[in-house]
């Protein structure tokens, strides 16, 4: 057959790489502190860790925490550190800092550990279209960590990526 369509896309060694696919899988919680605070800016210790003793930490239970406060009050990093050590034997991750920094680090830690040999002298594409909060910074991650090994690097979608990288 002349005119038969041929999937070229489908026959190359082409491999897409879809970060949605390693989105770590748990509950996000933001926990603003300032619920804690005399007026959402005053922190009386006794106060703050009777609050820390009579909560429910069970409720993270096989979560990642985002610790913060959302005034301006003046938080000592100790009250942090005990609001983790109370979240610790429940929650996956515990970080300071708003959700965004939360998946930043968690993408962190998953492009640290992808077994990348996979990827060996093979073209690459990044999948860019996501339904989950993928930071923008595990994309540079990524490459950098890709570009040592594959044969070439794009974004996009198998019928339009945007060529990123090419060993020479």
């Not at 609001?83 to 939360?102: C, K, R, V, W, Y």
Request: glycine letters at 2%; charged letters at 20%.
């Amino acid at each position: 057959m002349e005119n038969e369509i041929i999937n070229r896309v489908a026959q190359s060694k082409l491999v897409t790489l879809d970060l949605e696919d390693y989105y770590p899988k748990g509950k996000r919680v933001y926990f603003d502190i300032s619920e804690w605070l005399l007026e959402g800016i005053i922190l009386k210790e006794h106060d703050f860790r009777a609050s820390a003793s009579n909560h429910d930490w069970s409720q993270y239970d096989n979560s990642y925490v985002a610790l913060h406060c959302s005034t301006d009050a003046i938080i000592p990093s100790w009250a942090f550190m005990l609001i983790a050590s109370h979240l610790a034997p429940f929650a996956n991750e515990i970080i300071t800092g708003d959700l965004q920094t939360l998946e930043t680090v968690l993408f962190t830690r998953v492009i640290s550990e992808l077994d990348i040999y996979p990827f060996k002298d093979i073209p690459v594409i990044i999948k860019g279209c996501s339904n989950k909060p993928i930071p923008p910074s595990a994309y540079t991650m990524l490459i950098q960590k890709l570009q040592p090994v594959a044969k070439s690097i794009m974004f996009g979608e198998a019928c339009s990526s945007v060529p990123l990288f090419k060993r020479k």
